[in-house]
């Protein structure tokens, strides 16, 4: 499998150099040169399997020739071998018709660990095949910083750098990041938002001078194997519920549009997936476009789901690239543009082509807490807010004969002053984050500028080289 850049201006790579490298050098994100399609007799061979070995199968093509299966089997075995649940990602139903899948069984109880803990194994098995180190440098909104840094902690060829946006991520979320204290790991809290922590990591893998001297990497969706590593439990629900024979829909709360470009990945294999819908809180730039055809930044106001605090949602380039018929020029001027002025001038017919698949629905911080304690009273499922906004839009949009399958990204333990307000339950965190608020944490104050982060990174990589 090899991988082109959605603006067409970057080399060639295999996987593992796409593991390596995140964002292409002309700025654009890498995704397969063709896509992988399995037949029915594929899609059948993989029911019942636990899900190690189906997601092991599944990334395969996409890894291959530089990770063979039976490397992949081993990575994704200790990948998972952490999850407190039997299942990995159970699913439960809530509705008639309306079902959810559990995403937060993972380390740091968010979907983030599904492909995290995956290109934890990855790193450190192509880098000690190329004896070689890379810096991570990630952004977060709240979930992928402490799941990166779960995953690469202790790592001796990783330094890890992560930008969060200081005071907009719940408590329980900072401390999973700023309570670890392994010497490779550094947490950089920026005086902005996430848009603002996400523009100065693309700056900084913009600057291919200072990018070669940090041997930069990143974790953010921005990596392709990132969504490759979510494509496998689209596949685990879906064949559960009778695919290939039978189709299904689903239903993501989304900021970024890697979760949910993942589910779109999947149907692009084959996979019988009838709708995608988009769940969205007050920053609702996807559920605008979608209705709309508009896609126009605004500022980013804190709610009740902070990992949904996105204007920018990076991965949507991927999906316009193979909207506009694979057209980079095209996609590099529309990405440019949207840069320059703050709007996304999308092709009417392109809009269109979109909403064939995809719908959108936005809930405000009134309507969600509203959903988390419907959900909890009629149904006795106690719901995050981000997940209850997917459950939210599943519902609006399920059809008859269609089993609808929302995405539960975070346990509700995340964010207990929301839970509490909307449910008067306080969920306890599991028994290894017991004593979260009682560790020390370290991190540092930093301006959103690209100097400011050149110098808090050039720093942590300096202060833990061999």
């Known amino acids: 499998m090899r991988y082109i850049s959605t603006r067409g201006n970057a080399p060639v790579l295999s996987f593992a150099d796409v593991l390596l490298t995140g964002l292409a050098e002309d700025g654009g994100l890498y995704l397969p040169e063709t896509w992988p399609e399995f037949s029915l007799p594929d899609w059948e061979s993989l029911r019942g399997l636990p899900y190690p070995e189906l997601a092991a199968r599944v990334l395969a093509p996409f890894a291959a020739p530089d990770i063979d299966l039976e490397t992949l089997r081993g990575l994704c075995a200790k990948a998972y071998a952490n999850f407190d649940h039997p299942a990995i990602v159970p699913l439960t139903q809530v509705e008639d018709g309306l079902f959810v899948q559990e995403l937060f069984h993972g380390p740091t109880l968010a979907f983030k660990d599904m492909a995290m803990q995956v290109l934890g194994q990855l790193f450190e098995h192509v880098l000690t095949q190329r004896n070689d180190h890379v ?8 979930d992928t910083g402490s799941a990166a840094i779960e995953a690469c902690r202790g790592r001796d060829r990783l330094s890890v750098i992560i930008l969060h946006p200081k005071g907009r991520t719940s408590e329980v979320q900072r401390r999973q990041m700023t309570t670890v204290l392994d010497s490779n790991v550094t947490n950089l809290a920026v005086e902005g938002t996430f848009d603002d922590c996400q523009d100065l990591v693309k700056a900084l893998f913009a600057d291919l001078p200072f990018r070669r001297e940090m041997h930069l990497s990143a974790v953010n969706s921005i990596n392709w194997a990132r969504i490759a590593a979510q494509i496998p439990y689209y596949v685990y629900a879906a064949l559960n519920f009778g695919a290939p024979e039978r189709e299904v829909s689903f239903a993501v709360p989304t900021g970024n549009f890697g979760n949910i470009l993942a589910a779109w990945a999947a149907r692009k294999m084959g996979l019988p997936i009838k709708h995608l819908c988009v769940g969205s809180n007050r920053n609702d730039i996807l559920t605008r476009f979608l209705n709309a055809n508009d896609m126009t930044i605004k500022g980013v106001v804190p709610s009740l789901s902070p990992s949904m605090d996105i204007q920018v949602s990076s991965n949507f380039e991927r999906l316009l690239f193979e ?144």
């Open 323 to 466: 909207l506009l018929g694979r057209d980079s020029a095209a996609c590099a001027r529309i990405m440019t543009g949207f840069r320059a002025t703050g709007h996304m001038d999308v092709p009417e017919e392109v809009w269109e082509n979109a909403r064939t698949v995809f719908s959108g629905l936005a809930l405000d911080d009134e309507q969600t807490e509203a959903e988390i304690r419907n959900l909890h009273q009629k149904s006795n499922y106690l719901a995050d807010p981000h997940s209850a906004i997917g459950i939210a839009a599943g519902r609006k949009f399920r059809q008859p004969g269609v089993p609808m399958i929302a995405e539960a990204t975070a346990h509700p333990a995340k964010f207990p002053d929301a839970m509490v307000a909307a449910t008067g339950i306080h969920p306890a965190l599991p028994v290894h984050l017991e004593d979260l608020f009682e560790r020390e944490e370290r991190y540092r104050t930093v301006p959103a500028t690209a100097g400011a982060i050149k110098d808090a990174v050039r720093a942590a990589v300096l202060a833990n080289a061999p």
């Open 135 to 142: 810096t991570i440098v990630g952004a977060t909104s709240g």
